[in-house]
């Protein structure tokens, strides 16, 4: 009995000394992506009006807030500001945990998160005021991309090195730094491939090959870089705050390799009888479909792992917001392989479908994953819990009918699109018939955002206040029902 | 750490196939493309293809502005249910009913440049034989739709482009380039609307995309007796 309570102690003196070790650099990286979510969100309610109102917002000083301009900047501030930086942050804390590591050189990491924060405002300011590349995720001018992975390598070049360090001491693999280790990996390779083939090898390039490699990289980055980060997150707290252990390794290695064989065979399918080799968009379209394979191994196993616990997401913010999250990897998953085959994909092709695909990624998928990893490590590190269960019930709410409306919105709107861009009866006609038959989505879409804004603006204040030390000084979690009860502590 | 090195082997060799095969073999493979030549008996006609290639300079301006966000510049085959080879104009035929489908986008339709403006969406309809359907319009009037595409057609969702455009008093007789605008988009009296060089520069790319040269060997009969 003596030996146990001396191994507890010891085990909370070490977990506090690595959330110490990790307080600065996860925070900054917090504070900073809320920012930038709230931001992309301005944009993206903008750039949606924008698709059924040009004339909104277009007086002659606003001149750089068109679609062609908005619709870039905001998917930039979504993905470099937002995700990019809340998947660092939790990334950071999730392997400092798993590897009972304290995370050394914490300032290296906040100098990185500056400069990567310095290169997002840049790069957002020239795509408004001066124009993009018109590469797809990669809008941003050229002369940023070393600095992107400049910053990328200096933090995940600590997380590796924590890795080796208590892989030296004798620590099993674990499956969240698994992908956490393949993120660090994957993730400066797509970049590095896709900017010196498009930025330095570029005009000796085929122009087709170019466009091909963008979208590569597109779905590369969502499939190697933002579903391991989620996924890991996934696997680290689904056990945690069920209580319950991963039902099963072989299932949850045999998840791992599938995505990591498969992810990087995909993306080309976006430009399906397109001028590329055929064989390039079929392989990328075949793959999104054995895609399904590794999603329903990992969903298998989550569901598995929490049987009979389902119920806890009733008071734990955490395991809610991770549960929609895991949910909509195969929901992506799912999408993805309507968008990929030529049977589908053509009706589908180059309509709002794909923005639906890549809203259902980023923002059901990864970012509600980080909403919920956000929940549980902000008040480990800033000593204080969440001011109000109602503002994280809000914002879960309102980001869950938020997304799911802009997500069917998308889908169908894309489906009448398409349809009205391939019916026969078109074939003469000018281009009004998608614009029209779009409309009542696209209104949608706004409301959407609409929504989402509200949920994320109380978001980013909460998180403010969190981060600044002045959440509530308390012993027992926020939970979102049940507070007066002596509930675990487990958030 | 054996089991360190298999993971990172491990990583290095699922990943690496795909970025070998999928990437950098088929883009050094593409470099390697060259232009074919008509072959007179065979096609009925002279020359190379792919022909002169698009307008560089205005293409950068294209690539700025964002137009790919709504412009595709690819034509599918017909199959499955696409109708883009039946689309009225969007050829090099601008009949009514052309003799023949238009030919779906080859990757050396894009050897001339270095990347490819495909497109992200296709909310306004497709450019790459652009060129073909404003040749029967004056610059005057492509300006004018860049300028107010509501003016054009009511129903636009395009965005105005009027930043590439000027504001100035009208002098004398006024500007030769001056648009001709509906009253509604017009500039207060006194006052006209001119191009600047890159407005010029980007209708002079638009009216470069002309890529539906027939293909060396699969020359239609019915084009190859008209040339």
């Given at each position: 009995m003596e030996t146990t309570e001396t191994t507890s102690l010891e085990d909370s003196l070490r977990r506090a000394a690595i959330d110490r070790s990790v307080k600065g650099p996860v925070l900054f990286l917090f504070a900073n992506a809320a920012l930038w979510l709230l931001a992309a969100t301005v944009l993206g309610l903008v750039s949606s009006v924008k698709l059924y109102a040009p004339e909104f917002l277009d007086s002659d000083w606003t001149w750089f807030l068109n679609y062609a301009r908005v619709q870039p900047a905001h998917m930039n501030a979504l993905i470099y500001g937002w995700a990019m930086q809340a998947g660092l942050g939790t990334m950071i804390w999730l392997m400092a945990r798993r590897t009972g590591q304290e995370l050394k050189g914490a300032s290296t990491v906040i100098i990185a998160t500056i400069f990567w924060n310095i290169a997002v405002t840049l790069g957002l300011l020239s795509i408004l005021f001066h124009g993009s590349t018109s590469m797809q995720w990669l809008e941003f001018p050229k002369y940023l991309w070393p600095i992107f992975t400049i910053s990328f390598l200096m933090i995940a070049t600590r997380l590796v090195g924590m890795f080796a360090r208590a892989h030296k001491e004798g620590e099993g693999f674990m499956i969240t730094s698994w992908y956490i280790l393949g993120a660090c990996f994957w993730f400066p390779w797509i970049y590095l491939t896709a900017n010196l083939f498009l930025h330095c090898f570029g005009s000796s390039l085929n122009g087709a090959s170019a466009a091909g490699i963008n979208a590569w990289y597109v779905n590369t980055l969502i499939l190697l870089f933002f579903v391991p980060v989620g996924l890991g997150a996934c696997y680290y707290y689904l056990p945690k705050i069920t209580g319950q252990p991963i039902y099963s390794s072989q299932l949850a290695s045999l998840g791992f390799w599938g995505l990591a064989f498969l992810g990087g065979w995909t993306g080309i399918q976006k430009y399906m009888g397109g001028p590329l080799p055929a064989w390039m968009p079929a392989i990328g379209g075949a793959v999104m479909i054995l895609l399904l394979v590794p999603a329903g191994i990992v969903a298998l196993n989550f569901h598995i792992s929490t049987e009979g616990r389902h119920g806890l997401i009733e008071t734990s913010p955490t395991l809610r917001f991770v549960f929609v999250g895991s949910f909509c990897y195969l929901a992506l998953s799912a999408v993805g392989a309507l968008l990929g085959t030529f049977w589908t994909g053509s009706l589908l092709q180059f309509t709002y479908a794909e923005y639906g695909f890549h809203i259902l990624a980023i923002y059901g998928f990864f970012s509600m994953t980080m909403f919920g990893a956000i929940y549980y490590i902000v008040p480990r590190l800033s000593g204080c819990e969440w001011l109000s269960a109602r503002l994280i019930r809000s914002h879960f709410w309102f980001s869950v009918y938020g997304t799911a409306a802009l997500v069917v919105c998308m889908l169908l709107g894309g489906l009448a699109q398409g349809a009205s861009i391939n019916a026969p009866g078109n074939w003469n006609l000018p281009f009004v018939g998608s614009i029209i038959n779009a409309r009542g989505y696209l209104i949608g879409r706004t409301v959407a955002w609409v929504f989402i804004l509200w949920s994320n603006a109380w978001f980013f204040i909460h998180l403010v206040l969190m981060v600044l030390g002045l959440g509530r000084r308390s012993v027992a979690p926020t939970l979102l029902h049940h507070e007066e009860s002596h509930a675990p502590a487990t958030a | 750490m054996t089991s360190l090195r298999k993971f990172v082997i491990g990583i290095g060799i699922?990943?690496?196939?795909?970025?070998?095969?999928?990437?950098?073999?088929?883009?050094?493979?593409?470099?390697?493309?060259?232009?074919?030549?008509?072959?007179?008996?065979?096609?009925?006609?002279?020359?190379?293809?792919?022909?002169?290639?698009?307008?560089?300079?205005?293409?950068?301006?294209?690539?700025?502005?964002?137009?790919?966000?709504?412009?595709?510049?690819?034509?599918?085959?017909?199959?499955?249910?696409?109708?883009?080879?039946?689309?009225?104009?969007?050829?090099?035929?601008?009949?009514?009913?052309?003799?023949?489908?238009?030919?779906?986008?080859?990757?050396?339709?894009?050897?001339?440049?270095?990347?490819?403006?495909?497109?992200?969406?296709?909310?306004?309809?497709?450019?790459?034989?652009?060129?073909?359907?404003?040749?029967?319009?004056?610059?005057?009037?492509?300006?004018?739709?860049?300028?107010?595409?509501?003016?054009?057609?009511?129903?636009?969702?395009?965005?105005?482009?009027r930043h590439l455009y000027k504001v100035q008093p009208i002098q004398a007789a006024g500007s030769p380039k001056a648009l001709k605008l509906p009253a509604a988009f017009a500039p207060e009296k006194g006052y006209e609307v001119v191009p600047t060089a890159e407005a010029e520069e980007l209708v002079n790319y638009l009216l470069s995309l002309k890529k539906d040269a027939p293909i060396p060997g699969e020359v239609v009969a019915d084009t190859a007796a008209k040339k």
């Open positions: - | 699922s990943f690496g196939l795909p970025w070998l095969l999928l990437i950098v073999v088929p883009a050094i493979s593409a470099q390697k493309l060259t232009t074919l030549s008509y072959d007179k008996e065979r096609d009925g006609m002279e020359g190379a293809y792919p022909g002169k290639g698009i307008y560089r300079q205005g293409q950068l301006i294209y690539a700025k502005e964002g137009c790919t966000q709504c412009h595709t510049q690819m034509i599918r085959p017909g199959f499955a249910g696409i109708l883009d080879p039946w689309k009225k104009g969007w050829g090099s035929d601008q009949a009514e009913t052309p003799a023949q489908p238009i030919r779906p986008s080859t990757q050396r339709d894009y050897m001339f440049e270095p990347y490819a403006y495909l497109g992200v969406q296709r909310n306004g309809p497709d450019l790459t034989n652009a060129g073909y359907r404003l040749a029967d319009k004056s610059r005057l009037e492509i300006h004018e739709h860049l300028y107010s595409p509501q003016a054009v057609n009511k129903w636009s969702i395009m965005p105005g482009f």
